[in-house]
């Protein structure tokens, strides 16, 4: 018999991505202005949510919890000071948002596209790396 690992698989093994992701990120920092950067970041979010979630905003919010651990992240949906926030433990790309935290904005721009409403990004990169999504208050 012979056995192989799926391309599924080959994906969870690589170490490849973390340091490529660094490196394109550097590049590009060097040669986009802050606002150009910003603004690929945010097209970039956009462009990775498959459609908006449908449904109430407490079901869309958990459908962009669901869609980050889909990506590899530990999240949950909690309550905190009337807003609802997706509250990750660790973070998935902590490699790279430690020197390009506009990942985190990449991510934000993400989940406001599919959950409809503003959402703002809270990371802890320095202390605990852990992911933060603040939906608006008020959001319907």
Request: hydrophobic share 40%.
């Amino acid at each position: 018999r012979i056995y192989g690992v799926s391309s599924e698989g080959i994906k969870m093994l690589s170490r490849a991505y973390a340091p490529v992701l660094v490196s394109v990120l550097d590049q590009l920092r060097s040669d986009l202005s802050t606002e150009k950067l910003d603004r690929l970041m945010l097209e970039a979010g956009r462009q990775m949510a498959p459609h908006p979630a449908e449904g109430p905003l407490y079901d869309r919010v958990h459908a962009g919890s669901t869609m980050l651990n889909d990506l590899g992240g530990l999240t949950e949906v909690i309550e905190e000071n009337g807003s609802l926030v997706i509250r990750g433990h660790g973070c998935p790309l902590r490699a790279a948002t430690m020197t390009h935290p506009e990942i985190c904005r990449l991510v934000e721009s993400f989940l406001t596209e599919l959950i409809g409403v503003p959402v703002r990004e809270c990371c802890e990169r320095y202390a605990r790396e852990s992911c933060c999504f603040q939906v608006a208050k008020g959001a319907a």
